[in-house]
């Protein structure tokens, strides 16, 4: 696919149907985050395939917004092993992370596997749940699947503002 079709067409999907992610498309998903530019190369970026019943609860505890996909990726950072900005005041955890759950979203729309960004849940909460270690931060979730029919994009997805609004030259 060509690689605007995929940035102009990818929409968040809200209703899926049971239909499995393929091994192999999961995988590309996977090579993608894997891929993923970090500052520094530290890679601090920590993955969890949840597709087990007993862990998708514990999703579908922390938030409402599964909308039944059957595969979840929780993306994490070791807070632990990220690199510290001059001035001390940022780091590089929420932004590396940022990156690899970008790409992966990206890829999976490439596989034909549809996506949604979920960031509607207690990130500490979701993280006792699933036993994840202490070090690790959760950025986000994202859900994969296959769209139910009549999901499509939000009526207001295709809205855009102008590079006259968004974008300044200095």
């Known amino acids: 696919m060509e690689f605007n079709d995929v940035i102009k067409n990818r929409y968040s999907c809200k209703k899926?149907?049971?239909?499995?992610?393929e091994e192999d498309k999961l995988k590309a998903i996977l090579e993608a985050g894997r891929l993923a530019p970090t500052a520094k190369n530290l890679?601090?970026?920590?993955?969890?395939?949840?597709?087990s019943e007993e862990a998708l609860a514990k999703i579908d505890a922390a938030t409402p917004c599964r909308y039944g996909a059957p595969i979840v990726l929780v993306v994490a950072f070791d807070k632990n092993n990220v690199f510290t900005y001059p001035g001390e005041k940022?780091?590089?955890g929420i932004e590396d992370a940022t990156i690899v759950a970008t790409?992966?979203?990206?890829?999976?729309?490439?596989?034909?596997?549809?996506?949604?960004?979920?960031?509607?849940f207690d990130p500490e909460k979701l993280a006792t749940g699933l036993g994840l270690p202490d070090n690790e931060e959760i950025l986000m979730v994202l859900d994969l699947g296959y769209a139910a029919e009549g999901a499509g994009p939000l009526d207001?997805?295709?809205n855009r503002k102008e590079l006259s609004e968004t974008v300044s030259y200095l």
């Open 156 to 158: 207001n997805h295709f």
């Open 16 to 21: 899926y149907s049971d239909k499995k992610v």
């Open 43 to 51: 890679q601090e970026q920590h993955i969890y395939v949840v597709q």
């Open 103 to 120: 790409q992966m979203m990206l890829a999976a729309y490439n596989e034909g596997v549809d996506s949604c960004w979920l960031n509607f």
């Open 90 to 92: 940022r780091d590089s």
